[in-house]
């Protein structure tokens, strides 16, 4: 695939990484210094260094269990066809009327032409070397991802109230454990060296985890979903990447669990204004940034501006936090003003001749089917009409 591979400033390139490093030594040192002692330390048990959990893949007892499981996942309006519920795809009732199958089968299939000699052949016909790395670090950001959001969504299952809720993130949990092993697939198919965690998303992921009760619902469904609905939106044009439109289909919806959920629990003036909270949510939000300094050589590699995907994703995020009640510590357009500021004073540092730009204004989604998901999850035409109302009364 043709790609028109973006500059990237060499020296802030050197500094970045050797910031990352420096940091990653630091808190990760200190982590298992505190994990030593019995204060804390890195909660997850999770090696993202070998992309795996604490005691290995173990793929047979997930062969066994896992994907048998998956397989044999029974729906109510069939076995119970004299009951309320209507969970058969169309495509599932048409198979049900042909035969005793399900769409798992064709799960199945998917996975099995990720592992294939023909499907690697695809990527390299398609990617060089560095386009597949690019591609493979990029997408190892939500892959690590999925891992923490396997373990908090298990945990948010306890602090959410009512039945519809509970199975909600009961479904949640199943997805986040199907995204964590098939993209873990994918990714290793390209057969490029898959990075640790950056220590950014570290500090994000690790921040999340260790959340208080509902405020898991930010961190993960608000600001590591949103990311993960982006990158996915982004790639999923790609050739060989066409599975990523189900993972983005997934993910709009976990995006919108907060929202569907705070509409018949909303939090209080106060866990919405707590101005201790407000600064904790933000110090979620903060890492993210050097982590698109960091990633700006990877998206480069594939013709993207990371400022532009970045702006596009702050602007998703930030809207969905206000709107289901998760505020920061400044106003909504003060927040996204300050970090548009963040992202232009790096450029103009690091970008011979760059002129002010408007970055939060980009749209990084590709795909028609995918921009009117995130138009429903991130309420983008009322963002979009308001605007232009705006205009119009401002002429």
Not at 234 to 243: D, F, R
Not at 383 to 395: D, K, M
Request: charged content about 25%; hydrophobic content about 45%; glycine content about 6%.
């Amino acid at each position: 695939m043709k790609f028109n591979k973006l500059n990237v400033n060499e020296s802030a390139k050197q500094v970045n990484n050797d910031i990352e490093k420096y940091l990653n030594f630091v808190v990760r040192n200190l982590d298992k210094a505190m994990a030593l002692t019995g204060l804390g330390g890195r909660k997850a048990d999770y090696d993202d260094e070998h992309y795996e959990f604490i005691g290995g893949a173990n793929d047979e007892l997930r062969k066994k269990h896992y994907d048998k499981s998956l397989r044999l996942l029974w729906k109510a309006e069939k076995h119970a066809s004299w009951s309320t519920f209507d969970d058969c795809t169309k495509e599932e009732e048409m198979l049900l009327k042909m035969a005793d199958q399900s769409l798992n089968a064709a799960e199945k299939k998917e996975l099995d032409r990720v592992k294939s000699a023909e499907y690697k052949a695809l990527l390299n016909r398609e990617y060089t070397q560095a386009q597949k790395q690019a591609i493979v670090n990029i997408l190892s950001l939500i892959g690590h991802g999925e891992a923490y959001a396997w373990l908090v969504s298990n945990e948010v299952l306890r602090d959410v109230k009512s039945t519809g809720a509970k199975a909600a993130l009961t479904m949640q949990v199943l997805e986040e454990a199907k995204h964590f092993v098939v993209l873990r697939e994918l990714i290793q198919a390209f057969e490029c060296e898959i990075p640790r965690l950056p220590i950014y998303e570290y500090i994000m992921l690790e921040g999340t985890l260790k959340s208080k009760g509902l405020e898991k619902f930010f961190g993960m469904n608000v600001l590591v979903e949103g990311i993960a609905l982006s990158i996915f939106g982004a790639l999923s044009k790609y050739p060989g990447l066409e599975v990523l439109e189900m993972f983005h289909l997934d993910e709009s919806r976990h995006c919108a669990l907060p929202t569907n959920y705070l509409k018949t629990a909303p939090l209080t003036w106060w866990e919405r204004n707590n101005p201790a909270a407000m600064v904790k949510r933000f110090a979620l939000v903060l890492p993210a940034i050097p982590l698109a300094f960091k990633m700006e050589p990877d998206f480069a590699e594939l013709g993207i501006d990371v400022f532009d995907f970045g702006g596009s994703l702050v602007r998703k995020v930030i809207n969905l936090a206000y709107r289901v009640g998760f505020h920061l510590p400044l106003p909504q357009e003060n927040m996204k003003a300050f970090i548009n500021f963040l992202f232009n004073a790096y450029c103009n540092a690091t970008r011979e001749g760059h002129v002010y730009q408007q970055f939060l204004e980009r749209e990084a989604t590709l795909g028609e089917k995918e921009l009117a998901v995130e138009r429903e999850v991130f309420q983008l035409t009322a963002e979009q009409n308001a605007g232009r109302e705006l205009l119009a009364s401002a002429s």
